[in-house]
């Protein structure tokens, strides 16, 4: 079932509480998936790049991993910190993201990279994620989330969503649905040289518009191709560093809501987690059509 959720703030600051914000609309829909909860969170950059692994308590031959192929691919740390099961680092790195990503992956499980994004996703609610990672402290500008029901992955941290476009900085993805020409499209992408880490079709996703974007293509219309291009059942949310956006399919079978005014734009799975936002006040709500998509975005 699964719940997805995203909020984009239309202010040109970054200093609005987009943690708690996401902490709330998916505690709004945490029925539809209890197993895991993940968000990609968009706070001000850093001066580099900020890498996110999954690395189990006490595992420091993984951080040692980490650190030796860092320094292998001219990456050098500027910072670093444990932080639940994760290990983040942040570092200055001058040369192509997708060779030193597949790369980092080699070291141990890498859940984000960017000069932005930062995704957080484990076992347990919203709130059993917020006591661990402060998620509720973290400020930005917009973010997506995702609520998990697993079934067809087991129970852990990297089966969790959102999921990053492996190789791509900055974009993200949270999906409800299931593509079912999945193999199809990945093989073509592989084809070119493209490497996944999961058979999770948000992965699939993920990197299937980030690769638009490289091309040049705007966020609005690798959405709408996605649309054409996607078969399956869908509705998705995509974040990028500068904005978000969401397809739908044309039978239009997974629900998504949202509400939109001149301060924000939050979408989600369930109204209930529209008005997380807004305690009892009454919203005006609207559910996308089928086959429709939209973004939001600061880029000209």
Not at 54 to 59: A, F, K, Q, W
Not at 249 to 260: C, G, H, N, T
């Amino acid at each position: 079932m699964c719940g997805i959720a995203g909020i984009y703030f239309k202010s040109q600051t970054s200093n609005q509480v987009l943690g708690r914000a996401l902490v709330d609309m998916l505690d709004g829909c945490q029925h539809r998936g209890p197993d895991s909860t993940g968000f990609a969170l968009y706070p001000d950059s850093v001066p580099g790049l900020r890498l996110r692994f999954l690395v189990e308590e006490g595992d420091e031959a993984a951080l040692s991993r980490i650190r030796t192929a860092l320094a292998a691919h001219g990456a050098s740390i500027r910072g670093e910190r444990r932080e639940g099961a994760t290990f983040v680092v942040e570092v200055d790195y001058a040369g192509e993201i997708r060779p030193f990503a597949y790369a980092m992956e080699q070291a141990a499980k890498l859940v984000s990279i960017g000069t932005s994004l930062d995704i957080i996703k484990d076992v347990g609610t919203s709130h059993d994620l917020d006591r661990v990672y402060n998620i509720g402290e973290i400020r930005g500008s917009h973010g997506i989330g995702h609520v998990r029901l697993a079934t067809e992955s087991e129970v852990k941290p990297e089966s969790a969503h959102p999921f990053w476009a492996t190789g791509f900085a900055d974009v993200a993805i949270v999906h409800n649905g299931q593509i079912t020409n999945y193999w199809k499209m990945r093989r073509r992408l592989e084809a070119r040289g493209f490497e996944f880490r999961t058979d999770n079709d948000s992965e699939l996703i993920a990197v299937y518009v980030a690769d638009k974007l490289a091309k040049g293509i705007k966020l609005e219309t690798a959405l709408e191709q996605s649309v054409d291009d996607l078969d399956g059942t869908f509705s998705f949310l995509v974040s990028t560093k500068d904005g978000i956006g969401f397809a739908k399919d044309r039978l239009a079978a997974k629900p998504m809501v949202m509400y939109e005014d001149d301060s924000l734009v939050a979408i989600a799975s369930e109204e209930v987690s529209l008005n997380r936002l807004f305690p009892g006040r009454p919203l005006s709500t609207t559910e996308p059509a089928p086959g429709t998509f939209r973004t939001w975005s600061r880029s000209i």
